[in-house]
């Protein structure tokens, strides 16, 4: 049962443009959301989060928007910038202990 | 330490031997999770732990896969008896709660 789920395996942009990275989750007692972000070779790192009583959340060129009544959450990236080419995770604490559930990651490949 | 350490980067077994992956969460952090990475994007979580105490084992194959984290000494996970299915990567996060993960650069493990 995946819980957590980003049915877009890879998105391509171009530098300069907007990057919008998807998640649908199907749990709605998750608290709170998290991105992270992962370059080959390395463990994810942690990019943003939202709490689930709020609908957006911003740093810096990161956005995160949650729209609970469509169970759905979206990072925004602008400018995109060719060092954002990874894979980005979303996730959320689940189960009793709430140990985070990932989603399967998109590829985002930023075009010079 | 400022960053969770693990290791071998890389490790090779033959079917049937024995792996252990070793894991130096950052100082201060009391909890210790573990996450296999069997195909390329997909977290399963094994094991977590809240200082030596193991948390939540959940996703810990029952029968040939071990875990610990000893006062001063690096956490491990151990897996005994390998099989091909085993090979994965094997990521070892830390946190001061339990949420926002701090994620090692992993464990590839190739069992052959």
């Known amino acids: 049962d995946q819980q957590v789920k980003q049915n877009s395996p890879s998105l391509s942009v171009q530098e300069g443009r907007i990057s919008i990275l998807n998640c649908d989750y199907t749990?709605?007692?998750?608290?709170?959301f998290l991105w992270y972000k992962k370059y080959p070779a390395e463990g994810p790192t942690f990019l943003i989060s939202i709490s689930s009583i709020k609908d957006k959340n911003e740093d810096g060129r990161f956005t995160v928007f949650l729209n609970k009544s469509a169970k759905h959450l979206s990072l925004h990236i602008v400018p995109s910038q060719p060092g954002d080419s990874a894979v980005y995770f979303c996730a959320a604490p689940g189960g009793a202990t709430n140990k985070l559930i990932f989603g399967t990651g998109t590829l985002l490949a930023v075009q010079p | 330490g400022e960053e969770v350490a693990q290791t071998p980067k890389h490790l090779v077994r033959g079917e049937g031997q024995k792996a252990k992956l070793y894991c130096a969460p950052i100082?201060?952090?009391?909890?210790v999770f573990w996450y296999q990475q069997v195909l390329k994007n997909e977290f399963k979580f094994l094991i977590s732990f809240q200082n030596e105490n193991v948390f939540d084992e959940t996703g810990m194959p029952k029968e040939r896969f071990s875990a610990k984290c000893l006062p001063n000494s690096p956490c491990s996970l151990e897996i005994q008896a390998t099989k091909l299915e085993d090979s994965a990567v094997y990521f070892c996060?830390?946190?001061?709660?339990?949420?926002?993960?701090?994620f090692g650069s992993g464990t590839q493990l190739s069992v052959l």
């Open positions: 749990n709605s007692m998750f608290d709170y």
């Open positions: 100082k201060g952090h009391s909890y």
């Open positions: 996060a830390s946190s001061e709660r339990r949420e926002k993960l701090f």
